[in-house]
């Protein structure tokens, strides 16, 4: 009665309901991976966040930029003017704009660039507040190229990049750039009122967990059409 089972049809069959199956189960797998992770970092994301105010060379004394991250921090020293930076492709509140990037030169002698906060695209860029300056921000990392991503150009100077890449900028910087720069939270003086914060990271943990049912579902979905296509031959043949 069973002996279809092994027709080249059938057999074709369970080979590409075996590969659904492994597929999407390891794509279960993969959501259910990025589930955890993104619990860590919103685990490690509240801690920084929660930390004690330090000075910048503080922190940078014994950690790596990634391990200090989002922590606040405070800065004090003088805007390099006329060294303006936007950084562009990037929207906040559903409002397509850029960000104001501005070296500012530190009482150490280095410089490290400030992210002054975000403009929509029709807004002009504001100069920097000039004298000493006093800063409350958040510690930022480095920016990577991702995959598939636009590139800024390897040489020349640039006044808009796609990604805030310290070691790109150090070309054009005159002085020292610290191996981080700083998300600007609160300025003394103050900044330009045409600028916006730029908004907190997102704290959820994201739709990774629903995904992961999803797939196992899809998965187990593919089992029972197979055990039905079964079923449903099985019949035929009794009735031959």
Known sequence: MYKFLVQPKWIATHLLVIALVVVMVNLGKWQLNRHHERKEFNATLVQ??????????????????????????????????????????????????????????????????????????????????????????RVRASSERRTGAVSDPATGELSEVQRIDIDRLQQQIDGDLVPVYVQLLKSTPSEAPTLSTIVDPDFSNGPHLSYTVQWLFFSLCAIGGWIALVRREVVKQRKA
């Open 48 to 137: 920084r966040f929660d930390a004690p105010i330090q000075p910048l060379d503080e922190l940078l004394q014994d950690s790596k930029p990634e391990d200090i991250e989002w922590m606040p921090t405070a800065v004090s020293g003088t805007y390099l003017q006329g060294e303006d930076i936007s950084l562009v492709n990037v929207s906040q509140n559903g409002i397509a704009g850029y960000d104001a990037i501005t070296p500012m030169l530190l009482n150490n002698g280095t410089v490290v660039l400030v992210n002054r906060g975000f403009l929509p695209l029709a807004s002009e860029f504001p100069p920097a507040p000039t004298g000493e300056v006093s800063l409350l921000g």
